[in-house]
């Protein structure tokens, strides 16, 4: 049995993660400061002698005893990441620190939830890890982009230098059960609008794109990232490929809830990427992994979660 430490583990992807682990025999740490996650993600969780909850900032510094270290803290959606940017930055890169600091003191693996967000407005297309990215550094959006970014210089540098085992993980759009109700990502966004036969929100033409993942496939990847032997660092995208407009994606989930909502078009926000799909090649080839629920799929999954939070 192997004792892991997850950060931001009360979070959406976090917490399947703690799910996963815990199936698969091992004991969770789950250090969370629930500035986006919710205690309802690992309510269940909290009777099961092999989950240990800590809430704890990881922008300081932490000390405990793991055999492995996914580090998720972070928030992801939009609106969160920007209500306070410089606490943000700190996240992503002191937490980083204090992250690979514990890995190298107890010389164990440790995995970075990196993210597409680091190909910015990408001018490659699909995008390969080889891709440097067209990043503003400037901009709303970039004390999570470039954030992120210096958290992935981090953990390269930690390897180089310290041989610290590391593994990078870049996460393309994810959705599913656990989402928060008020995290304004499209996926959400539009599935309670929907529900509530309230107006779908358009940000721009709807003629960007976004690429997204089933929940359940990316956590299967992240395991598999973390249990490949040590030369893998990554970085490697882990993401569905199958790529869709912002509109197909509203009059996708019209369908799917049977609503009565009419599509309503907003102004698209300052420095939002015109298109994303995430090349996998590397995933599959060195992981043997690719996502197996598409989107209706997932959807349907997805939607009655949404259904039950909202009553
Ligand atoms: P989330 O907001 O649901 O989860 C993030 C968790 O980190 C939350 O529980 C939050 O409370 C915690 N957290 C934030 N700052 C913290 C701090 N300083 N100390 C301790 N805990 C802290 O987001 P998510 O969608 O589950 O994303 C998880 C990770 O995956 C993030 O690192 C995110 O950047 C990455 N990612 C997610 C997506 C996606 O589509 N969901 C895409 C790309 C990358
Ligand atoms: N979006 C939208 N309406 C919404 C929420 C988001 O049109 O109510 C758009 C947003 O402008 C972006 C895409 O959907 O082009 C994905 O947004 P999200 O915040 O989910 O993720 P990200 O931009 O980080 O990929």
Redesign the pocket.
């Known amino acids: 049995m192997k004792k892991i430490l997850i950060?931001?583990?009360?979070?959406?992807?976090?917490?399947h993660l703690c799910d996963l682990l815990l199936e698969k025999g091992d004991e969770v740490i789950c250090?969370?400061?629930?500035?986006?996650?919710?205690k309802n993600?690992i309510l269940h969780l909290l009777n099961n002698h092999r989950f240990e909850l800590i809430r704890?900032?990881?922008?300081w510094p932490l000390y405990l005893e793991v055999d492995q270290i996914y580090?998720?803290?972070?928030?992801?959606?939009p609106i969160?990441y920007q209500k306070d940017p410089v606490?943000?930055t700190?996240?992503n890169v002191l937490?980083a620190i204090n992250m690979l600091g514990m890995a190298k003191r107890l010389d164990v693996p440790i995995l970075l939830?990196?993210?597409?967000?680091i190909y910015g407005d990408p001018k490659e297309h699909p995008q390969k890890e080889s891709y440097w990215g067209n990043v503003n550094c400037i901009g709303p959006r970039s004390c999570?982009d470039e954030g992120?970014r210096c958290a992935e210089t981090l953990f390269m540098d930690y390897w180089r230098q310290n041989k610290v085992r590391i593994k990078i993980i870049?996460?393309?759009?994810?959705?599913g059960p656990?989402?928060?109700l008020n995290?304004g990502?499209v996926v959400s966004n539009f599935i309670i609008q929907a529900l509530q036969n309230k107006p779908i929100t358009i940000y721009g033409k709807g003629s960007q794109t976004r690429s997204f993942?089933y929940?359940d496939d990316l956590v299967k990847g992240i395991y598999k990232m973390m249990n490949t032997g040590n030369r893998v660092t990554g970085p490697v995208n882990l993401g569905n490929p199958n790529e869709f407009t912002i509109l197909q994606l509203a009059k996708q989930i019209i369908k799917l809830t049977n609503s009565k909502s009419k599509i309503v078009f907003k102004s698209l926000p300052q420095d939002d990427p015109k298109q994303r799909r995430p090349n996998i090649n590397l995933a599959k080839q060195i992981l043997n992994w690719k996502p197996e629920i598409e989107l209706k799929e997932g959807l349907e999954k997805a939607i009655p979660y949404f259904q039950r939070e909202l009553r």
């Open positions: 950060t931001g583990g009360a979070g959406f992807i976090g917490s250090v969370d400061n629930f500035f986006t996650g919710q993600n704890h900032d990881i922008t580090h998720l803290a972070s928030p992801a959606a969160h606490q943000t700190k996240t937490g939830a990196s993210t597409s967000e999570y992120k870049r996460i393309f759009n994810t959705y656990k989402m928060a995290d990502r993942c929940v």
